[in-house]
């Protein structure tokens, strides 16, 4: 099974790629041993025993490049992951497969080795998941299919057509309170790394000068809307939609990062219900809007652009999910200055809910 799945992902990694200047594909495996991390005292329960899991990949790095963000991250690698896993509890949890293509950027690059960390986002699937009479004892995943982000960090010994490594990584699995229960898995691993390149390795021009580009600190100011449906407790019942507007100016402190700032107002139809459980006060629903403002980090890849902010609520009737909040960002800025928006939205490592959303940039700083 595993080994058609490799076939089928190379294929459609080839053509989806064709035209991308000169590419050097290279196909691995990565054996993997972690576990399961309790964010919250109620899933304790759900540690029963250590991950195994294996990745295998297929993944590709330009020859030559004349895009700036390739040229800062020394030809960065593209790539497509299957992931294949057991949960921390068999019983209660199952399996895991999680597809996710990803970028692997190079921070150190010497001739025979290199240091590099990886950002992946892709869907995973569950084999078991939260039923009311048969595993009610699952409260961490309520649905088969889940949004999945994987983060690692490796080292790497390079040869002509092996090359070998080892690392470390952060794979997450949730739905964003799409479905009920959504605590969401987060799963630590080490792992071996053992990889083909199709084509030798030429060393000496993987270390060629890059071509050289102008940078400049300038602003970028945009906003965007966005959309949102969530569940609340109990599982199964009634979805609730969430509408929001995020105005944001970035500024390019490096030729990779930008800081940001930004400020939200959010509309959450699930608030009034779980304030007037609580409170047994039944409020006009809009005096539940809640003001924020955001400051974060953004990493830049030409124009897609990846951020982490964190939020704090200037005003928000309901209290029960703290005054921070955060958003784990990925926005593909188009040459017409439009916007696409993919988000998700937490307090701290509670997901609140995903955003898809559009936006405009008003000012656009030179980033080239």
Not at 194 to 203: E, N, S, V
Not at 312 to 321: F, G, N, P, Q, V
Not at 327 to 340: D, E, K, S, T
Request: contains cysteine.
């Amino acid at each position: 099974m595993s080994g058609r799945w490799l076939l089928s992902l190379f294929a459609v990694f080839c053509f989806a790629h064709a035209h991308a200047g000169e590419p050097a594909y290279e196909v691995g495996v990565r054996p993997m041993y972690g576990f399961l991390i309790a964010h919250r005292p109620s899933m304790v329960h759900l540690v029963n025993e250590h991950v195994t899991a294996t990745e295998l990949f297929i993944q590709k790095r330009l020859s030559r490049s004349d895009k700036a963000w390739h040229s800062y991250f020394n030809r960065p690698d593209h790539g497509i992951a299957l992931w294949l896993g057991s949960l921390g509890n068999d019983g209660l949890l199952g399996k895991g497969i999680g597809i996710a293509h990803y970028t692997n950027m190079h921070f150190i690059q010497r001739k025979k080795f290199e240091w590099n960390f990886r950002l992946g986002m892709g869907l995973g699937y569950m084999t078991k998941t939260f039923e009311r009479m048969d595993n009610n004892k699952n409260n961490a995943i309520g649905s088969h299919l889940n949004g999945m982000m994987t983060l690692q960090t490796q080292v790497l010994w390079k040869g002509k057509h092996f090359s070998y490594g080892s690392g470390i990584a952060l794979t997450h699995y949730s739905n964003g309170s799409y479905t009920m229960p959504n605590l969401g898995l987060n799963i630590p691993t080490f792992f071996l790394s053992a990889q083909y390149r199709l084509k030798p390795r030429d060393f000496e021009k993987e270390l060629e000068s890059l071509t050289e580009h102008s940078f400049q600190k300038d602003w970028q100011i945009a906003a965007t809307w966005f959309g949102a449906v969530r569940e609340i407790n109990p599982p199964a019942g009634k979805k609730y939609f969430v509408t929001g507007f995020e105005s944001f100016a970035t500024r390019h402190f490096s030729k990779k990062s930008s800081w940001l700032a930004g400020l939200d107002v959010i509309y959450n139809s699930a608030l009034p219900v779980l304030y007037e459980r609580l409170e047994q006060t039944n409020l006009n629903h809009f005096s539940f809007t809640q003001l924020g403002l955001n400051a974060g980090w953004q990493l830049n890849m030409d124009e897609l652009k990846f951020s982490v902010q964190m939020g704090a609520y200037l005003i928000s009737r309901y209290k029960e999910d703290g005054p921070l909040y955060h958003r784990i960002c990925l926005r593909y800025f188009f040459p017409n200055n439009l916007i696409a928006h993919f988000a998700l939205k937490t307090h701290f490592a509670k997901a609140d809910y995903l955003e898809f959303g559009v936006g405009y940039r008003f000012v656009k700083g030179v980033n080239k």
